[in-house]
């Protein structure tokens, strides 16, 4: 994976954080763990800087949670928590 984020950056750069960290608010599969300390290594070639990386980290984290936000706003807190009463608990299901 870490291969496949050094490339996305290396070859879009400062959009490939903001669009990299947006997927990992939607969809989680990639954790900024491993994304941020990727484009810090960038920083540390003189490939980009470390306020770019920094703002756009920002960006793309802010645009992810957006939908989330919305979602949440639409769908209401009430619904929200019914939801979560009827399918939460996964931990409680592995124990």
Avoid: C
Wanted: charged content about 15%; overall charge negative; aromatic content about 10%.
């Amino acid at each position: 994976m870490a291969g496949w984020v050094i490339d996305l950056i290396r070859s879009t750069g400062y959009f490939g954080i903001v669009l990299l960290m947006f997927v990992e608010n939607v969809f989680p599969p990639i954790p900024s763990e491993v994304i941020m300390p990727l484009a810090g290594f960038m920083v540390s070639q003189g490939k980009l800087s470390l306020a770019g990386i920094v703002l756009a980290g920002t960006i793309g984290s802010v645009l992810g949670a957006l939908p989330l936000y919305y979602l949440g706003r639409v769908v209401g807190e009430d619904r929200l928590k019914e939801w979560a009463d009827r399918h939460g608990g996964l931990a409680d299901r592995l124990a």
